[in-house]
């Protein structure tokens, strides 16, 4: 006997499917949630920049990315509530150092019970993990079974002005620092504590990044309200099955990323043109642009100012620039020129130098004497040919007598002073001489 299907039957059917089907996507929706990966942008700090390792904010962390750090993993429970335990933190890089920040609210603060672990993490402390090229080993160590880092990822517990290292770097012991080179400082705050370090590269085994590198990095806070052992845990990637402390791809993605210079300058160019250097620039954009100095640097000596130009302040329109370095080093060669870029604020940034080479000098030639008349010295600048040889400078008076006699050994442009001690007012006549070739000037003398 057949049984024919009521509207009924159809209606609780079609529900019944449509809640299997509701079911099956929220189960995967839930496991594509628990399993995702967090991103974040780190901040790059200008070659002028300085973190202070304090434990206090300075105003170079203002504009990092901050990050909560809020999620929990199995085994350990969550806080009870947020003055229990909530935390944050923002990162930075230079060529030099991995800089963290992280702010703990934490209503009861414990350190003591550090000899019942040997490194810290049943404490109150934060761990950050670090994973350079965001890889790992394929198979775990043979001596730690759970362990799958490679050479370059790191488990770091702050805790007692010690850096420890995790299980999994070997580390752990308590009778000395791990990471003597990390540099970290802890604070305490209204509602907790804080925690800031500077991590250098070179600890970690890596020289200086490049902007737009991506490394693995999570955050982690232990929690331990009673002194006994960690109660609570909260962590910035990793969730559900703990796993950081042995696998490097659970960690979230960091992008080094290139800070936005206030000006985007185009093109910077020098040009020597008979004794003058001509530098012009442009720039594409600039902002908060307070102006531009001009420094020029001559061999092993410093930077010098040699002008200053207004900037265009705020400006998406291209500006272009154009100075005349008139007054040349004599003596100089090679002239390096560059930018010293300032905001509003006072912020510099500069620009990589460019360069002036200058012929090499032709004959022999004595250019100038000064000041004259002279009282104490005077300067006299001469070029000597490299084909010439054994060349001397001599001064003389009006009786032709020689009164005073310097050996010129280098060829090229110089610039030398002369001493007027023990000479009477007068006119001198100065004699740069090699082989039949001379150069005369005079030379006047006012006491």
């Not at 620039?321 to 010293?340: C, H, M, N, Q, V």
């Not at 054994?390 to 090229?412: E, K, S, W």
Request: proline share 3%; hydrophobic share 35%; with cysteine.
């Amino acid at each position: 006997m057949m049984h024919h299907a009521t509207a009924e039957t159809h209606y609780w059917i079609r529900a019944l499917r449509s809640l299997g089907l509701l079911l099956f996507f929220l189960s995967v929706f839930s496991i594509e949630a628990q399993a995702q990966t967090r991103s974040v942008d780190l901040k790059r700090l200008t070659g002028n920049d300085a973190i202070t390792i304090d434990g206090q904010v300075d105003d170079l962390w203002d504009d990092a990315t901050i990050s909560p750090i809020d999620r929990t993993v199995d085994g350990v429970s969550g806080p009870t509530d947020a003055s229990d335990l909530q935390a944050q933190w923002r990162a930075a890089w230079d060529d030099t150092n991995l800089y963290i920040l992280i702010e703990v609210t934490d209503d009861q603060v414990n350190d003591d019970n550090e000899a019942n672990d040997g490194f810290g993490v049943d404490d109150d402390s934060p761990e950050l993990y670090i994973d350079l090229d965001h890889g790992g080993n394929a198979s775990p160590g043979s001596s730690r079974p759970n362990c799958y880092y490679d050479d370059n990822d790191y488990q770091l517990i702050f805790e007692d002005d010690i850096t420890y290292l995790g299980y999994c770097n070997f580390g752990g012991d308590s009778s000395g620092d791990d990471m003597p080179a990390v540099t970290f400082a802890e604070s305490g705050t209204a509602s907790g504590y804080r925690v800031e370090a500077s991590i250098p590269w070179t600890a970690l085994g890596a020289s200086a990044p490049t902007a737009g590198d991506v490394i693995g990095i999570d955050v982690h806070i232990n929690d331990d309200d009673d002194g006994g052992g960690r109660d609570h845990k909260l962590t910035w990637n990793d969730e559900g099955t703990e796993e950081a402390f042995g696998q490097p791809d659970s960690f979230g993605d960091a992008t080094l990323t290139a800070t936005p210079l206030p000006v985007e300058i185009a093109s910077f160019t020098a040009a020597l043109n008979e004794g003058t250097v001509v530098l012009e620039w442009a720039t594409t954009s600039e902002t908060n642009n307070a102006g531009f100095d001009v420094q020029r640097r001559v061999a092993d000596k410093g930077w010098t100012t040699v002008a200053s130009v207004e900037g265009a302040g705020t400006t998406t329109a291209k500006q272009t620039y154009r100075i005349a370095d008139t007054d040349l080093p004599f003596d100089a060669s090679r002239i390096a020129y560059r930018l010293r870029q300032v905001d509003v604020d006072g912020t510099a940034t500069f620009s990589d130098a460019v360069f002036v080479d200058r012929t090499a000098a032709q004959r022999l030639q004595l250019r100038s004497v000064y000041p004259n008349p002279a009282q104490s010295e005077f300067t006299v600048e001469f070029e000597v040919p490299e084909t010439v040889a054994n060349v001397q400078l001599t001064l003389h008076d009006m009786l032709g007598r020689t009164v005073r006699t310097f050996a010129v050994g280098a060829t090229g442009r110089t610039a030398r002073q002369v001493k007027l001690d023990g000479l009477a007012s007068g006119i001198y006549l100065l004699r740069l001489v090699a082989g039949d070739q001379v150069q005369t000037q005079k030379v006047v003398v006012a006491r």
